[in-house]
């Protein structure tokens, strides 16, 4: 995907990965239908900005890795 740029480390793609993948299984085990849902989508959804390494609220907020350009 070459419209985007990383802006999340390495311990921080696992981290995420990690943590959404059990905050979906949390939800899925332990919530009710409607919420579980939700809970596991949110989940997912983290674990995807894991996975892909950008996380669109990172950058609108502007934290993240230091732009290579610039050293």
């Known amino acids: 995907m070459a419209f ?3 802006n ?3 311990i921080q793609q696992l981290a995420r990965i990690t ?3 059990a905050v979906a299984g949390a939800a899925l085990m332990l ?4 919420l ?3 809970g596991a ?3 997912v959804m983290f674990a995807l900005t894991g996975v892909v390494g950008y996380c669109p ?3 609108v907020a502007g934290v993240g890795r230091r732009d290579e350009s610039l050293r």
């Open 57 to 59: 609220i990172c950058a």
């Open 8 to 10: 999340i480390g390495g």
């Open 19 to 21: 943590l959404g993948l």
């Open 36 to 38: 579980s849902l939700a």
């Open 4 to 6: 985007y740029r990383k």
């Open 41 to 43: 989508a949110a989940g």
């Open 31 to 34: 919530l009710a239908p409607p």
